[in-house]
């Protein structure tokens, strides 16, 4: 298994263009999650994903970011437009649904906003 | 809503000698699942150990342990016979029954020295 699947790596970026990242959950998982970590606020829940279906995105920052999950295999958080305090590791993780079971994360995306 | 908290910024240990991560909580529910995360430099978060509330025995898993305390609301993470390679970033984090959701604490950086 490849295990979670984060594109691209590493995104430098002007601000105010659009960024998208990526996320292939392992298969057979039918819960999905964004993260983001920052020094100053750690790492944060953004929005996840139950059957592809949004449960909780409380905690998306503001309208400039949005997510899709158009199939149980791909999702997307998109930021547009970009601001340079969006700079941070973006995180995916999936699990199969359940409170017991471990959330496997990607390697993260490290975005730079200039 | 939950929270936990990380009272050790940093922590450093001798290599072969024992350490401990503090790690509260606060929660209002009574069944619920602790984990402990660890973050290398490669940034790939890597579950070490999970604990459940109703369960009084504490989780082991090899050189590492917890010391659940519920009462206190109280989450330690023990690590034995501390190697170069447990030197990383360690995350407590608290899953309530009901949803699928994981709250973080701010982490502890953990070094090693030989």
């Known amino acids: 298994d490849a295990g979670v699947i984060q594109s691209p790596r590493h995104e430098v970026t002007e601000m105010g263009q659009e960024v998208t990242l990526r996320c292939k959950p392992i298969?057979?998982?039918?819960?999905l999650f964004w993260y983001r970590q920052t020094m100053m606020r750690g790492l944060e829940l953004l929005i996840y994903?139950?059957?592809?279906?949004?449960?909780?995105d409380s905690g998306m920052p503001e309208d400039r970011f949005s997510a899709k999950m158009p199939n149980a295999s791909f999702s997307t958080l998109k930021i547009q437009p970009s601001e340079p305090r969006d700079s941070a590791v973006y995180f995916c993780a999936s699990s199969p649904w359940g409170s017991y079971n471990e959330q496997f994360f990607g390697p993260g995306t490290r975005l730079t906003v200039l | 809503a939950q929270t936990v908290t990380q009272s050790q910024p940093e922590m450093s240990v001798q290599e072969a000698e024992t350490v401990t991560l503090s790690c509260t909580y606060d929660t209002s529910e009574s069944d619920y699942y602790l984990f402990w995360y660890k973050q290398p430099p490669s940034r790939q978060m890597i579950l070490v150990i999970r604990q459940e509330a109703y369960k009084q025995q504490n989780a082991t898993e090899n050189r590492f342990s917890v010391n659940f305390q519920k009462a206190a609301k109280s989450f330690s993470l023990k690590i034995s016979d501390s190697q170069l390679g447990d030197a990383a970033m360690y995350f407590c984090a608290y899953h309530n029954n009901a949803g699928n959701m994981l709250t973080f604490g701010g982490g502890t950086r953990l070094m090693v020295k030989p």
């Open positions: 298969s057979g998982h039918n819960s």
């Open positions: 994903f139950n059957n592809n279906v949004p449960i909780d």
